[in-house]
């Protein structure tokens, strides 16, 4: 499985960008998540969706300005993100795995990412 990753860009702080991440045939079989590494940090998690798109997990720094959706016929995993500040500023990354239990457990398959700036 590959992941596409796109959307990135600069923008300012408050301002909205909308990240796409295509797929492989077989999507729709996984849950999928959100990641992002700033410079000098570890890779640290964003969103997740389970198979389903019914359930969702967002890390408390992005909760309720970011919000993870797909489109399995599409085989693309989407992130809106609204109300952007400079501390967004990473490499984000998608990635497949699995959902349970309310916990996101990530593949070891990544995308090479999509570089979002925020400026203030």
């Known amino acids: 499985d590959q992941f596409l990753e796109s959307g990135g860009g600069s923008v300012q702080d408050g301002e909205s960008l909308r990240l796409s991440c295509v797929t492989s045939?077989?999507?729709?079989?996984?849950?999928a998540g959100w990641f992002r590494q700033a410079p000098g940090k570890e890779r640290e998690f964003v969103a997740a969706?389970?198979?389903?798109?019914?359930?969702?997990k967002y890390a408390d720094s992005v909760k309720g300005r970011f919000t993870v959706s797909r489109d399995a016929s599409q085989k693309t995993v989407y992130l809106q993100m609204d109300s952007l500040k400079p501390e967004d500023t990473a490499v984000y990354y998608c990635?497949?795995?699995?959902?349970?239990?309310?916990?996101?457990?990530?593949?070891?398959?990544w995308g090479r990412g999509t570089q979002v700036t925020v400026s203030s």
């Open positions: 045939d077989t999507f729709y079989l996984y849950a």
């Open positions: 969706i389970d198979r389903t798109g019914y359930s969702t």
């Open positions: 990635n497949r795995g699995l959902y349970s239990r309310g916990e996101y457990y990530p593949g070891d398959v």
